[in-house]
């Protein structure tokens, strides 16, 4: 098996991106980068790789780069390691308007190089046994789906985190977006949207730091996610329940667990495995090795940019929907 060279831009949300692909059979893990040099280099000991600052110089040195910056450099940074012919992973969101993410997917298409977004919701096994007892149609058809995404982050004012020009919005694009896209990819096609947000109790965001969306789809199934960071209790009971006409379904919040309930008992569908191993990069090791499988085979990843651009269309959506005002 010839190893595709790779490189982790971004030592934060990328650190598990570095474990993974020095996990991976396929990957010859070169580098790690991050602007603080410490980091960089612990992280580099810690994986026998080598380290930099600047990621630029290295790209004589790659076949394969996961970009894991603040969400204002994604579309810079990606159409750089394109135009280098360079294979992107790139952390979500693509970017953070449709004219930027249209011209790194173009970008990718024309330079012939593998561009995949790292939504690592949608690589989890619990996640694949939901969408396989949703399709199943041993439940009958979604009626109606809930999620929630409920955390607390530290107040980080003047930070990108802040900004809702360097963010592309709030929490919902920011962090829902994992869940919009599973919403999408359990129910299909979306009709129409409403949202609300609110920065009480997030004031330092310049966006929304609690929303609540609604999605109505094609099929005529209806979905309410509930993102936040700014919740310092939760006691959330599931992270999706999904009730159909025949049945319900549970994903439970640490996302190992699916149950369903219909007219046969309660059956546990997914849990899990007991020797499931508990090392670091363990559960991005799916997306990097898809990642990696699609640069070696050139099949189409299945979150690439236009998989992904569905679930930007649906919150740049929400965004713009307008509430009625209530008259007492």
Request: glycine share 8%; with cysteine; aromatic share 8%.
């Amino acid at each position: 098996m010839n190893k595709i060279r790779t490189a982790v831009v971004g030592l934060n949300m990328g650190l598990e991106h570095a474990y993974a692909y020095k996990l991976a059979d396929r990957s010859d893990l070169r580098w790690v980068v991050d602007l603080d040099e410490e980091k960089a280099a612990k992280v580099a000991a810690e994986l026998g790789c080598n380290y930099t600052t600047d990621w630029t110089k290295i790209l004589d040195d790659i076949d394969a780069v996961s970009l894991c910056t603040p969400h204002h450099l994604h579309a810079p940074q990606s159409l750089t390691a394109i135009a280098a012919g360079k294979h992107v992973l790139l952390e979500k969101p693509l970017a953070n308007s449709e004219e930027d993410c249209l011209n790194v997917i173009r970008a990718a298409e024309q330079n012939n190089v593998t561009l995949m977004l790292a939504f690592v919701v949608r690589f989890l096994p619990a996640i694949r046994k939901l969408k396989e007892a949703v399709d199943s149609g041993k439940y009958g058809k979604p009626i109606s789906a809930q999620g929630w995404v409920e955390a607390f982050l530290t107040p980080a004012p003047g930070t990108w985190f802040a900004s809702k020009e360097k963010l592309g919005g709030g929490c919902l694009f920011s962090h829902g977006c994992h869940y919009i896209d599973i919403l999408l990819y359990l129910l299909g096609e979306p009709n129409r949207v409403s949202h609300f947000g609110t920065r009480v109790g997030t004031e330092w965001m310049e966006g929304e730091g609690t929303s609540h969306g609604i999605i109505e789809f094609k099929s005529g199934a209806i979905a309410h996610l509930t993102t936040s960071w700014g919740m310092r209790y939760k006691k959330p009971p599931a992270k999706f329940h999904i009730h159909l006409t025949e049945g319900f379904l549970e994903l439970d919040n640490s996302m190992w667990t699916v149950t369903a309930i219909s007219k046969d008992g309660t059956e546990t569908l997914y849990q899990r495995p007991p020797e499931y191993p508990t090392r670091r990069g363990q559960n991005v090791l799916f997306e990097i090795e898809h990642f990696l499988e699609s640069i070696a085979t050139g099949q189409r990843p299945e979150t690439d940019g236009h998989e992904i651009l569905k679930s930007h269309r649906t919150i740049w959506s929400m965004y713009g929907s307008q509430g009625v005002p209530v008259t007492l």
